[in-house]
């Protein structure tokens, strides 16, 4: 029997699972977390007094459904929690389990590796009590801590509201909700967001909870600094009547939207092609995940789509797996899959208008901005490297060059941003600053694996 | 002096046994369950110092991803404090320390 790997075991990983065992194969779930659930249905341990039910509002039953679900598949398929998987060499991958270095052959790999936030730097963001606004809900979900008191939310996305909400209702008092997308743009991509009124309604009422709360929701600013000597003590901005503004607070969440995490279909063979309104450049796939024979690719992970598209396309390209082995195709389950998939995506592109990555802000940051937090680079440094005669103005050059994107991250922090940077220079549109190369180790891991403490 | 804020606040109590850990010498109380980054920030402690210019560090993604929150064993192991739970008596610090016998 055929060996299926799936890397991932948030909602596109699992539904995959399920729909693969339904059809008597038993796959591989390789899970970098100690639980499945993926990130946005992080599940607590079971230590933890948290009311899942509360903090999910809207998502509660789908985060309980899913989890009832892993746990009726449990033995069903090979379940391989804390597992990293750091490079992939033909058909075998690398992978590190408790400290220990291990390969592992496939025929089919199926990649659901999901996402991460997107980030712009400012002024300050390295202080200690800023963090990206999907691990405020980390920490919340997997540790039942607030990242702080008084806490500012600061990007732009639905879920600055959402996290925000969360917050509060947790009993975080709220600085602001500032976002950089003008209220204009929002409007402009609302007959997009029309298509998923599910998702676009609970975005509004999110918003609207954080108005009835009284709490400062902002568009269209520019972020100039977050201040503070060893620790975060304010956020400052300008606001859309180019008024400066000052919010106390003791941290910071920082989320640009969501990116997805794609290194290892990069290590894995996928080819790659630049997507203007999301501004990344992405894994080219068919209509059902294929990204080349024997390579799959579904949910946040190769375009973000959120939740539901995770759920569907995971499905959708286990239908393709068991086409390309041969079994009979569900062709009316596929064909709603596809239609659900495409229709979140679309959303998604919506999403991106209504909530931009704002480019020309990150274009104009202030030279001594740190841009890669890894390595200590500032803005003003690349741009130095770039002014030089025949100095490099593509991004892995640069990075050759000022060690920006090299350090412990790999450039998942300052990738984008320096994107942003190198294509002003280049005076194109992000394709023109080429694309960040994945390298192995996909993150960092001890040479002797064995000498790391347990 | 005024014994520093703690950044991150907890809202979820623990249910498990206590677990004791040292970090640079100081000893931090902990719930078994924490990873070392919530049972350091909830302490009052910061996790480390830049290697460029020393400046203090806390984490930033929080899920695995940017490696900003790095500490250290006695035994000289790199440790995602993020995404690794603490257990009693666990010896950390914010710095690589020397390995015993290697230096004069």
């Not at chain 1, 590190?96 to 291990?102: K, N, T, V």
């Not at chain 2, 899920?63 to 950390?92: F, K, N």
Request: aromatic share 6%; net charge positive.
């Amino acid at each position: 029997m055929a060996d299926i790997v799936i890397i991932g075991a948030g909602p596109a990983g699992i539904s995959a699972a399920e729909v693969l065992s339904a059809r008597g194969l038993r796959p591989i779930l390789i899970d970098e977390g100690a639980r499945a659930g993926g990130q946005g249905y992080r599940r607590p341990a079971d230590d933890l007094a948290l009311d899942m039910n509360r903090l999910m509002g809207s998502e509660a039953q789908k985060y309980a459904s899913l989890h009832r679900r892993f746990e009726a598949l449990a033995t069903r398929i090979d379940y391989r929690p804390r597992t990293l998987v750091w490079a992939i060499d033909g058909n075998t991958l690398h992978l590190l389990r408790d400290g220990r270095a291990e390969t592992l052959s496939f025929d089919r790999l199926l990649i659901a590796s999901g996402a991460m936030d997107r980030i712009a730097p400012l002024s300050g963001w390295t202080l200690p009590g800023v963090f990206t606004l999907g691990g405020a809900q980390v920490a919340l979900k997997d540790q039942g801590c607030l990242i702080g008191s008084r806490v500012a939310f600061l990007g732009s996305s639905p879920l600055l509201a959402l996290a925000a909400k969360q917050y509060r209702d947790m009993g975080a008092e709220i600085a602001v909700i500032a976002d950089t997308t003008p209220f204009s743009a929002k409007a402009t991509a609302l007959p997009t967001l029309l298509r998923a009124p599910r998702t676009l309604f609970r975005g509004l009422w999110y918003m609207g909870t954080a108005l009835r709360a009284g709490t400062k929701l902002l568009h269209g600013v520019t972020p100039i600094a977050i201040e503070g000597t060893s620790r975060v003590e304010a956020l400052v901005l300008r606001d859309d009547q180019r008024r400066e503004r000052r919010f106390a607070c003791d941290a910071v969440a920082l989320g640009y939207g969501l990116k997805p995490e794609t290194q290892l279909a990069d290590l894995a063979g996928a080819s790659f092609a630049y997507d203007p309104d999301f501004r990344l450049h992405l894994p080219v796939i068919d209509g059902m995940g294929r990204a080349r024979p024997g390579l799959y690719l579904a949910g946040d992970g190769v375009r973000i789509g959120g939740a539901d598209a995770a759920e569907a396309s995971g499905a959708l390209a286990a239908h393709a797996i068991l086409s390309d082995l041969g079994h009979a195709q569900d062709i009316e389950a596929t064909r709603g899959l596809a239609r659900q998939v495409g229709r979140l995506r679309d959303f998604q592109r919506g999403l991106a208008r209504a909530f931009a990555w704002p480019k020309a802000q990150i274009a104009a940051l202030p030279d001594d901005v740190m841009l890669c937090r890894c390595e200590n680079v500032t803005v003003g440094e690349v741009r130095a490297a770039m002014a030089k005669d025949l100095g490099p103005v593509e991004v892995n050059r640069v990075k050759a060059m000022t060690r920006c994107g090299m350090g412990r991250c790999q450039g998942r922090v300052c990738g984008p941003a320096l994107q942003e940077i190198v294509a002003a220079k280049a005076g194109g549109d992000g394709a023109a600053a080429g694309r960040l190369r994945g390298q192995a180790p996909v993150k960092p891991i001890a040479l002797a694996a064995a000498g790391d403490a347990a | 002096m005024e014994p520093p804020k703690a950044q991150f606040r907890r809202v979820a109590a623990r249910t498990g046994p206590p677990a004791t850990l040292s970090f640079d010498g100081a000893t931090i109380q902990a719930t078994t369950g924490n990873s070392i980054l919530s049972a350091l920030l909830e302490s009052g402690a910061l996790l480390r110092r830049l290697e460029f210019g020393g400046e203090p560090r806390a984490g930033f993604c929080l899920m695995g991803a940017c490696q900003d929150c790095w500490v250290w064993s006695a035994e000289g192991g790199r440790i995602r404090a993020c995404t690794t739970p603490v257990t009693d008596g666990m010896v950390l610090f914010a710095e690589p320390q020397p390995l015993v016998g290697n230096h004069g």
